[in-house]
């Protein structure tokens, strides 16, 4: 027996032990890791995995910052956003990306801080959007609610306190909001942009932006419990107009089923804002690097961000470029050509955004000259009977003529051409104020926090009824992007558009529906720009 090493009983128990405990191993690994919960706030979009944050109590997941295409930098300044560049490792999303390029915020008129974007970061290098969700799980399949800023499509971004989206997904929406680029950087069209585009246009970046957000939703909100076949898209001023181009474009079919605009559309063309096609665009463009002092493309794109903010001319407003947008807003419903979706549009009793008003002389005169022979029709329903008089009517044409009459056409001709339902709002509750110095009224921005329920955020002597309007306007809002109607239990009875009633839901410390109040006005402005 020498040279063989015997075994004792014992030791053949620990060999076997050993043997079983070696081969056992990776099912006892296997088995922990399904039984241990992974980190719910890290979640795998296009790009990679992200990790975001909880609310205070822990009741929601919040993500912030994450990439949603390539950043608009050196050679992608104004070209289309490119795809998402991918990451290694789990990328924190706990911090809203930087703001739009933009000049420093600074509190004026009627917006304090709260409405602004936070001083800094702020960049060319802004493709960011936020996810707000009290979705535990992917099968939850929750509403999603796309927020879109305004700031006169010149400033703006989602970091302003007013657009948090904690509220609203409490409501049971998933609250998302998308960055896109402004000013030149947003919109300059140029000859060599369109010839180097592979779509024969160039500008609107802002635009394809938006479609470029909305895309990334229906390809990655299910992994937050969103349900990315029912999408509503939502914007106040700059961000209407934008919901406006985005219902109007071909561009987005099926990436969204809803839409609500508070003041802002592009029905009718007016002096400040004429419609404009590319070839005009173009023409800017080319002045615009001359004042620059380079004559390409290449040039202008070695011009530091500063540069570009700094220079004077360009365009920096949505265009008809023959791609994304072929006609004129009105035409293309006219002709029923729109996306048809269920639609909330309405505007404020203070969206007066007119200069100093001048003199009842001077009204007059200016009136006559741009209205000739309908100067008597205008006087009918905007008296000027002397200073005083003269002063509101000018504020009420300012409303009527930019968001009023606006929003009016869209849900008369959605209704005309379109199957789904338009509802009409007129949001009249005069914000509280802490000296008449700051009493703006139901100023133009006002309702957004009433609409988001995000009273808590702007510094105003809130009086009990403020939050029984902001519980009424959120829970429409909220049911519309539920099932697209904006009624449910406890609300006023919200009734659909009607050309034969003219019934708009009139939001103010009595919120009830009423007969449309600037009927006579719109009548006026119809007649109007027919005769054009």
């Not at 930087?98 to 493709?127: N, T």
């Not at 914000?431 to 609409?451: C, D, K, N, R």
Request: glycine share 10%.
């Amino acid at each position: 027996m020498e040279g063989r090493k015997i075994l004792r009983p014992s030791m053949k128990m620990n060999y076997f032990n050993q043997m079983k405990l070696h081969l056992l191993l990776p099912l006892f690994l296997a088995y922990f890791l399904a039984c241990t919960p992974s980190n719910p706030n890290i979640v795998s979009v296009e790009g990679g995995q992200i990790e975001g944050t909880t609310n205070q109590d822990a009741s929601l997941r919040i993500f912030k910052g994450i990439p949603f295409a390539a950043p608009p930098v050196g050679d992608l300044r104004w070209k289309a956003p490119q795809p998402v560049v991918a990451w290694e490792g789990v990328k924190k999303c706990d911090q809203f990306g930087p703001s739009p390029m933009q000049g420093k915020p600074s509190p004026f008129m009627f917006w304090s801080s709260e409405f602004l974007i936070p001083a800094e970061p702020i960049s060319e290098d802004c493709l960011y959007l936020n996810v707000w969700t009290t979705a535990k799980n992917k099968a939850e399949k929750q509403p999603v609610f796309v927020y879109i800023y305004g700031g006169g499509f010149r400033s703006g971004g989602t970091g302003c306190p007013i657009y948090d989206g904690e509220a609203m997904a409490k409501k049971g929406v998933i609250f998302v909001s998308i960055n896109y680029r402004v000013g030149t950087f947003g919109f300059l069209a140029h000859p060599e942009l369109t010839a180097e585009a592979g779509y024969d246009a160039s500008g609107n970046y802002a635009l394809l932006d938006l479609k470029k957000g909305l895309e990334w939703v229906q390809k990655n909100i299910a992994a937050f419990g969103g349900d990315p076949g029912n999408v509503t898209i939502a914007g106040q001023s700059a961000g209407a107009f934008a919901v406006n181009y985005l219902a109007a474009s071909p561009q987005t079919k099926g990436l969204f089923h809803r839409a609500i605009a508070q003041s802002g559309g592009s029905f009718y063309s007016r002096p400040g804002r004429p419609v404009m096609d590319l070839q005009v665009a173009e023409q800017q463009g080319i002045e615009f690097a001359k004042n620059l002092g380079v004559s390409s493309i290449a040039e202008l794109r070695q011009k530091s961000s500063e540069e570009i903010l700094e220079a004077q001319g360009g365009t920096s407003w949505p265009i008809i470029d023959g791609y994304f947008i072929d006609q004129s807003i009105y035409d293309i419903y006219a002709a029923g050509k729109q996306n048809d979706v269920p639609l909330i549009v309405g505007w404020n009793e203070d969206d007066k955004l007119f200069p100093r008003p001048v003199s009842a002389a001077e009204f007059q005169t200016s009136i006559e000259e741009r209205f000739g022979e309908l100067a008597g029709d205008f006087f009918q329903v905007y008296p000027n009977d002397n200073d005083e008089v003269s002063a509101h009517s000018q504020g009420e044409v300012s409303r009527d003529e930019t968001f009023g009459i606006q929003g009016y056409a869209w849900a008369k001709l959605q209704t005309k051409t379109g199957s789904a339902p338009a509802y009409i709002y007129n949001f009249n509750r005069a914000l509280p104020a802490h000296t008449p110095e700051t009493q703006f009224g139901a100023f133009h921005s006002g309702e957004i926090v009433y609409a988001y329920d995000n009273l808590h955020t702007l510094d105003r002597p809130w009086e009990p009824v403020d939050q029984e309007i902001a519980d009424i306007m959120s829970g429409y809002w909220v049911n519309f992007a539920k099932n697209g109607n904006p009624n449910g239990n406890g609300l006023p009875e919200w009734d659909a558009y009607q050309p034969d009633n003219e019934e708009v839901m009139v939001i103010d410390q009595q919120t009830e529906s009423k007969t449309l109040p600037s009927k006579d006005q719109f009548l006026f402005w119809e007649k109007y720009f027919e005769s054009r």
